[in-house]
């Protein structure tokens, strides 16, 4: 079996699914290369060695910039914070590796652009953390829409809410940065963008209206001195689609009570399809005339499940998405067919959401250059 050997930057939320999807993806998918936990990167010390420990890296540091030296290492997976991305990224495809780098790609389209196009210079596969769209039963949505079976696409609507800044007590945060990018518009509105594009295509002009609710917060936890807010706490896009259909999203992170509503509604002249993140192995089908929605439940006859479950109903979760995620990316590296969202579909998608942040500064609809 053919071994990849990794390099991680980051040890949070992110890079831990990394390091459980990269050492699963072998074990499950007949024909993975093993992915090998090389070095693992943080800049802080007692963080790296812990991380290292505990999954099983060869080694650990605290600058990124030395795996990008090991030859040993054939993928940087980048897990930090937005505005880092663009210099470790340029830096991994021009030592020669592959890359992988978390949701949203970039501060801005230009950045992502400039990563896209130096990672297609160099011939280097890349993968982007959109790993919802992973779902067996997503996959099964677009063929569903693509097979005709729900007629016409006459809407879409979809929203992506949580709650983890819906306290105006939680300090301020490098995702409050402006220098990061948008605030909810690209942090949430990115994976729901990228739902609605891998479902029905490209879209073609938004009209936004981005609001910031709270307006300070403190400065570091348990502070009394406050920082202004400069991003979108709440975003509310109107869509047209390429396809000539229109439709909605909404971003959220101060939806109280809601931990993971990523989900959609796209209608049809034949029917509709709704699905929630918060019941992930379900897939509502309606046809026209009928007495209400089937339930469609995930199970062996949606593939990749079988691989993970012969019996269905046991459901996937969360790290089994990112599972399938990693293991594609491994055998795209292993000369498989790319399936992507690589950088070139980021780049996409953080057009939307630089026209998307424009749309609702200039108040007026925009086309999605």
């Given at each position: 079996?053919?071994?990849?050997?990794?390099g991680l930057i980051g040890t949070g939320f992110m890079g831990k699914t990394h390091a459980i999807?990269?050492?699963?993806?072998?074990?499950?998918?007949?024909?993975?290369?093993?992915?090998?936990?090389?070095?693992?990167?943080?800049?802080?010390?007692?963080?790296?060695?812990?991380?290292?420990?505990?999954?099983?890296?060869?080694?650990?540091?605290?600058?990124?910039?030395?795996?990008?030296?090991?030859?040993?290492?054939?993928?940087?997976?980048?897990?930090?914070?937005?505005?880092?991305?663009?210099?470790?990224?340029?830096?991994?495809?021009?030592?020669?590796?592959?890359?992988?780098?978390?949701?949203?790609?970039?501060?801005?389209?230009?950045?992502?652009?400039?990563?896209?196009?130096?990672?297609?210079?160099?011939?280097?596969?890349?993968?982007?953390?959109?790993?919802?769209?992973?779902?067996?039963?997503?996959?099964?949505?677009?063929?569903?829409?693509?097979?005709?079976?729900?007629?016409?696409?006459?809407?879409?609507?979809?929203?992506?809410?949580?709650?983890?800044?819906?306290?105006?007590?939680?300090?301020?945060?490098?995702?409050?940065?402006?220098?990061?990018?948008?605030?909810?518009?690209?942090?949430?509105?990115?994976?729901?963008?990228?739902?609605?594009?891998?479902?029905?295509?490209?879209?073609?002009?938004?009209?936004?209206?981005?609001?910031?609710?709270?307006?300070?917060?403190?400065?570091?936890?348990?502070?009394?001195?406050?920082?202004?807010?400069?991003?979108?706490?709440?975003?509310?896009?109107?869509?047209?689609?390429?396809?000539?259909?229109?439709?909605?999203?909404?971003?959220?992170?101060?939806?109280?009570?809601?931990?993971?509503?990523?989900?959609?509604?796209?209608?049809?002249?034949?029917?509709?399809?709704?699905?929630?993140?918060?019941?992930?192995?379900?897939?509502?089908?309606?046809?026209?005339?009928?007495?209400?929605?089937?339930?469609?439940?995930?199970?062996?006859?949606?593939?990749?499940?079988?691989?993970?479950?012969?019996?269905?109903?046991?459901?996937?979760?969360?790290?089994?998405?990112?599972?399938?995620?990693?293991?594609?990316?491994?055998?795209?590296?292993?000369?498989?067919?790319?399936?992507?969202?690589?950088?070139?579909?980021?780049?996409?998608?953080?057009?939307?959401?630089?026209?998307?942040?424009?749309?609702?500064?200039?108040?007026?609809?925009?086309?999605?250059?």
């Amino acid at each position: 079996m053919r071994e990849i050997g990794i390099g991680l930057i980051g040890t949070g939320f992110m890079g831990k699914t990394h390091a459980i999807g990269y050492s699963a993806a072998a074990a499950i998918f007949p024909g993975c290369p093993r992915a090998v936990l090389r070095v693992v990167s943080d800049i802080n010390q007692p963080a790296a060695q812990a991380m290292a420990r505990q999954f099983g890296f060869q080694s650990w540091n605290t600058d990124w910039r030395s795996l990008l030296a090991d030859p040993s290492i054939e993928v940087v997976s980048i897990t930090t914070p937005n505005v880092m991305h663009h210099e470790m990224a340029l830096a991994a495809i021009a030592a020669g590796k592959h890359v992988h780098c978390e949701k949203p790609l970039a501060p801005n389209a230009a950045q992502a652009r400039e990563m896209m196009e130096a990672a297609e210079r160099a011939g280097c596969v890349t993968q982007v953390g959109f790993n919802y769209i992973k779902n067996p039963l997503l996959k099964l949505a677009r063929e569903m829409i693509a097979a005709g079976e729900l007629g016409e696409i006459t809407n879409f609507r979809g929203i992506h809410a949580e709650d983890y800044m819906a306290d105006p007590q939680t300090p301020y945060s490098w995702r409050l940065d402006p220098a990061g990018g948008g605030g909810a518009v690209a942090d949430l509105g990115s994976h729901i963008i990228g739902m609605a594009r891998f479902l029905l295509g490209p879209l073609s002009a938004v009209n936004a209206e981005l609001e910031t609710v709270i307006k300070t917060r403190p400065e570091a936890p348990g502070a009394n001195a406050r920082r202004d807010v400069l991003v979108d706490d709440i975003a509310r896009l109107g869509l047209r689609f390429a396809a000539g259909f229109g439709g909605s999203i909404e971003a959220n992170w101060m939806a109280s009570g809601r931990k993971m509503q990523l989900g959609f509604e796209v209608s049809g002249s034949k029917g509709s399809l709704v699905f929630t993140q918060e019941r992930l192995n379900e897939l509502l089908h309606y046809r026209a005339g009928a007495a209400g929605f089937v339930r469609i439940e995930s199970g062996p006859a949606h593939p990749p499940y079988g691989l993970f479950c012969v019996a269905p109903g046991h459901q996937l979760g969360f790290n089994d998405l990112k599972t399938i995620e990693m293991a594609e990316f491994l055998m795209a590296i292993d000369g498989g067919p790319r399936q992507g969202p690589d950088f070139r579909e980021a780049w996409e998608i953080q057009k939307i959401i630089d026209t998307a942040i424009a749309s609702s500064r200039e108040k007026r609809w925009m086309e999605i250059d």
